[in-house]
């Protein structure tokens, strides 16, 4: 049996290895034999994109779950995508290690508040955390929202609390972000371009 | 990026000056790899450390950090004393030949119109000489001496190779070469690319630094070329994304300004922000700024955006000065500043003065994260030792820390440097209970509303008429957004061309800016996103990855802005003529009737061959600039300043004025700033291979790759100071210290500069007290906090600093 480069992929459960074995360009001309369903040939693969440098390296991800309302689907493969023009399969070290950031033991899982002097986290709920931030935000916007400044012009600013929008969030999380911090009349909102 | 990454293999040259692309952009850099072994490009870098870039480079040349100005303006002096700068080019598509105002002048250091006292200038005098109808004066014979290249030839004229080894440090024999090497891309069939990035804008001169660049890019004709242009590799996924969307201080979508309290009203506003032509027959395309200016208005407030109240006009914060992080954090710092929120961003390891930022956040009353990963910032009250020596108790703010989905956990788009917005979609539930951005904002807003609409307060008017029209208001989706961002019809738009019929129906998706309207006929988010969801679909999830050209044009493949346009000015890849200056980059040719090609024209498409019209259509005399006008802070031309704390304690070309004269500079700051006496050495920060800035210490694989922090000097100042390779050393700053294993290395070599030896020291800058590497120091504590005159982008790249053995 002839196999092709992304069939090979399947056939190749290491992932690291996988991907630097293509790049170099080294194909297996046979194949091994098919004693069993491989892992990653059950995976479903999904198209993505690396969130670290502007290269902007198209993924393939690869999960296992099939979809069903209670099964949760869990990524355990990334590679690059060999029919992206940039990278054409290629990754660099940052980001061979993708599924390491999603699964990074330090990644957070609840909402949770530092009391002020306090030297502890505790969990809150959504609407906790929702309810207690906006009324922070209430009560400081009607304390210091300025609507007209010294000579009368109406300025409808709020510049006592600050916004600092992400590096690698959706351009569509960008767009609520935006809607979110003007309409408050926040003009302290800046973003990693900044620096 | 004018280009984009594959573009880069249509190079002859390649010159990688304030960047490290093999390190920092390892897969982008394939690129200028495949230039060099198809195209046989030559490499050449210019870096205080020998890189892995510079590693696999035809050419290195060492320059002291912070003097880029000093050896580009000298490769400017080069090309137009020698003459070898395409001249056809330059007259026809720069302003070399347009008369600047009589009163403009450069002495000792200084432009005309400086005013000491607030540390800026008045502009009145960087303008062009006007005739009647106010348009540019201009002679194309350049005899008069205004010429702009004629001022240009005597600003540049200073920058002699003598003086470029003495400042720079640079060998002269290496500056020949470069000067040389790029000369010869002035011929009308070669192309340079630049590659560049956060080596050049972290400066108090960083926006001068890329603008010597385009200037010499201009020079040799290669700005709209295939394997030309400039091309800023960028720091992070979206930051392209999210800074095109606006979310900077005093910016809208789509690079249009916010309002300010100078301008009271819309006609205000609008008058001083669309442009008027300087020169007959331009596209000036600023001049369509109001369609662009409504459109997002109708965006933001749906139907509550009428004729009757300007669009909504007062709903919008007018700002009295900007609000950048550096000024904000100052205010923080004074206390003037109660709560702040961090999407996505850990300022306590990436802003500078590190002990600064954790006293600011100290003084505030709430601090809202919302991150996938544990960040400093997070966790700024805890006491982590010398790396985080802080009073938990003392520090009274409240901080709530959201967890949200990472990019494998949602759909949505993002842009990478070559202006593509690539879509994405979601493999994955996020852990435990994580929500996405858009979920976050919409309970903390909607919970907002309530308490507004049930209690009352100040000036709810403009949170009650923000457009929400999402299907679940609790969960805005990535469609809807990207819909929004796109813009539609909101009323039949009748064809001016053909009567009766339409160019968009009603609540159709439009296809492109050009529909966008003044009338509030239309709603668009952000008007050069305009044609990434159309009624044909999502076209930045296409996937067609066909290169029928073979220049790497792929036009099919994710979409760019704005247009789909992958090579920005394209039409200046022509002769005035139309002709093309190198037949194998035909990018765009005139057919007889307009404009077609393997790229999307970048010009009026009706617009013939040999008319006035200009190819740097964004500009109002459609040509580029080689005098900025007002548009830089601290002067139209170029100027050598050196970094704030420099190791000289002078400026060779001008004693009294030794820094950017338009920097900002707080006074609190200023105090902070160390004198070389006691920091002698120049300290640069930067990234490596294996790790991504302060996440991937979190993500095991990388943790492995690189667990521990260190800090690269050369071998002449470790033997002077007798530190041994794996010795661990105490770097000092005004500001604070660092500790770190000393990797003692030939890659960094002492400068001669202006008779004194000058030693560099690398700080890479991924370790901080969270993450599953070796705990270590968060690199900006040595940082000052200082920032360019335009930007107010830090000065991470040239500061100075003291090593000891720890
Ligand atoms: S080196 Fe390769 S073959 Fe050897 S034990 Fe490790 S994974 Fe297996
Ligand atoms: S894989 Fe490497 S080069 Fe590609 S986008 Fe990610 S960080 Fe950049």
Redesign the pocket.
Same mark, same amino acid.
Do not use: Q
């Given at each position: 049996m002839q196999v092709n480069r992304r069939q090979f992929f399947k056939l190749c459960a290491g992932g690291m290895a996988g991907s630097t074995i293509a790049t170099l360009g080294l194909l297996p001309e046979k194949a091994m034999a098919d004693v069993r369903s491989y892992k990653l040939m059950r995976a479903s693969e999904t198209r993505n994109?690396?969130?670290?440098?502007?290269? $902007?390296?198209g993924?393939l991800m690869y999960s296992l779950g099939d979809g069903a309302k209670n099964a949760k689907s869990e990524i355990f493969h990334i590679e $690059?995508d060999p029919d992206h023009p940039v990278?054409r399969g290629?990754?660099?070290?940052? $980001?061979?290690g993708l599924v390491d950031f999603i699964h990074s033991p330090n990644r957070l899982k609840y909402p949770e508040v530092r009391e002020a002097g306090s030297n502890e986290w505790k969990r809150l709920s959504w609407d906790e955390a929702f309810t207690r931030i906006a009324k922070h935000v209430k009560q400081d916007r009607d304390a210091n929202f300025i609507e007209k400044n010294a000579d009368g012009v109406t300025v409808n600013r709020w510049l006592s609390t600050g916004f600092l929008a992400a590096s690698a969030s959706s351009n569509e999380a960008g767009w609520l972000t935006h809607k979110f911090t003007r309409s408050l009349g926040m003009l302290a909102v800046d973003n990693q371009a900044r620096v | 990026m004018t280009n984009h990454w594959v573009d880069i293999k249509n190079a002859n040259l390649i010159v990688v000056m304030g960047g490290n692309a093999a390190e920092a952009?390892?897969?982008?850099f394939r690129w200028a790899i495949e230039a060099k072994t198809r195209n046989k490009a030559k490499l050449l870098v210019i870096d205080p450390r020998f890189t892995r870039t510079a590693s696999v480079a035809d050419f290195y040349a060492p320059i002291r950090t912070g003097t880029d100005i000093t050896l580009l303006s000298g490769v400017i002096r080069y090309l137009l004393e020698t003459g070898k700068y395409n001249k056809e080019y330059t007259l026809a598509y720069t302003n070399a030949a347009l008369l600047v105002h009589p009163d403009f002048s450069f002495e000792d250091g200084l432009f005309s119109g400086y005013d000491a006292d607030k540390r800026k200038y008045d502009k009145s005098t960087w303008a062009y000489q006007l005739d009647e109808k106010g348009m540019a004066k201009r002679d194309d014979t350049l005899s008069d001496p205004r010429c702009v290249i004629n001022l240009l030839k005597q600003h540049v004229s200073r920058y002699t190779a003598d003086v470029v080894a003495n400042i720079c440090g640079t060998p002269k024999e290496a500056f020949q070469a470069i000067c040389e090497h790029l000369a010869e891309t002035s011929a009308p069939d070669k192309t340079t690319s630049f590659l560049y990035a956060l080596g050049w804008t972290q400066h108090s001169i960083g926006a001068q630094n890329i603008r010597t660049m385009a200037m010499i890019q201009l020079l040799l004709g290669n700005m709209g070329m295939a394997g030309g242009g400039i091309n800023a590799l960028r720091g992070h996924?979206n930051i392209q994304g999210l800074t095109d969307l606006g979310l900077l201080t005093t910016n809208l979508p789509g690079y249009m300004t916010m309002p300010s309290e100078k301008e009271p009203t819309l006609d205000s506003y609008l008058t001083k922000y669309t442009s008027k032509p300087l020169a007959d027959g331009q596209m000036n395309y600023w001049q369509n700024y109001p369609k662009f200016f409504v459109s997002f208005m109708k965006s933001m407030w749906g139907d509550k955006a009428t004729a009757d109240n300007n669009w909504g006009y007062d709903l919008l914060p007018k700002w009295d000065k900007g609000y950048d992080v550096l000024q904000y954090f100052e205010l923080m710092h004074q206390g003037k500043v109660n709560g702040y929120f961090c999407q996505g961003f850990n300022p306590v390891a990436s802003f500078p003065n590190k002990n600064k930022i954790v006293e600011s956040l100290s003084r505030l009353k709430f601090l809202v994260i919302m991150d996938p990963l544990t960040t400093e910032t997070s966790t700024f009250w805890q006491n982590h030792g010398e790396q985080n020596d802080v009073k938990t108790a003392d520090i009274k703010t409240e901080v709530f820390r959201l967890p949200t989905t990472c990019f494998a956990e949602e759909d949505g788009s993002i842009v990478n440097s070559g202006r593509w917005l690539q879509w994405h979609w979601k493999g994955a539930e996020g852990p435990g209970q994580a929500l996405t951005d858009p979920q976050i904002l919409a309970g903390i807003f909607l919970k907002l509303k309530a308490m507004y609409a049930k209690d009352g307060g100040t000036f709810p008017d403009a949170i009650n008429s923000l457009s929400w029209a999402y299907g679940d208001p609790h969960e805005p989706k990535p469609e809807e957004l990207a819909k929004e961002l796109n813009g539609k019809a909101l009323a039949d738009l009748p064809d001016p061309k053909n009567p009766g019929q339409f160019l968009a129906k009603k609540g159709e998706l439009l296809p492109g800016f050009a529909l966008l309207q003044a009338d509030g006929s239309t709603a668009s988010g952000c008007w050069i996103f305009a044609g990434s969801w159309t009624q044909a679909g999502n076209q930045m999830a296409r996937r067609d990855n066909s290169d029928p050209s073979g220049l790497g044009n792929t036009l099919g493949w994710a979409w760019a802005w704005p247009a789909n346009r992958r090579i920005l000015y394209n039409r200046a890849s022509c002769k005035p003529d139309g002709t093309p200056w190198d037949k194998k980059r035909t990018l765009i040719k005139w057919n007889g009737e307009k404009w077609v090609g393997v790229d999307v024209p970048d010009f009026k498409a009706d617009e013939p061959p040999g008319s006035a019209m200009g190819p740097f259509i964004m500009q109002a005399e459609g040509l580029g600039r080689l005098f900025a006008l007002d548009k830089m802070a601290e002067g139209p031309f170029p100027e050598h300043y050196e970094p704030f704390e420099t190791p000289l304690g002078t400026n060779p070309l001008h004693p009294k004025v030794i820094s950017n004269p338009a920097a900002r500079l707080f006074k609190g700051d200023k105090e902070q700033l160390g004198q070389h006496q006691q920091f002698p050495y120049a300290a640069t920060t930067y990234r490596l291979t294996e790790h991504?800035h302060y996440w991937t210490k979190h993500a095991r694989l990388n943790a492995i790759m690189q667990p521990e922090q260190f800090v690269e000097i050369g071998e002449e100042l470790a033997r002077e100071k007798g530190i041994a390779h794996g010795d661990l050393v105490k770097v000092s700053s005004k500001r604070g210290y660092i500790k770190a294993k000393a990797v003692v290395t030939k890659r960094i070599k002492a400068l001669k500069v202006n008779g004194q030896l000058v030693h560099h020291v690398g700080v890479p800058i991924h370790w901080g007290f969270e993450g599953l590497t070796k705990k270590g120091f968060i690199a900006n504590t040595l940082t000052p906090f200082v920032g360019d005159a335009n930007t107010q982008t830090p000065e991470f790249k040239s500061f100075l600093v003291n090593v000891e053995k720890a």
């Open positions: 994109t690396c969130p670290y440098c502007s290269v $902007g390296c993924i $690059g990278n290629a990754l660099c070290p940052k $980001g061979a | 952009h390892p897969v982008g996924s991504f």
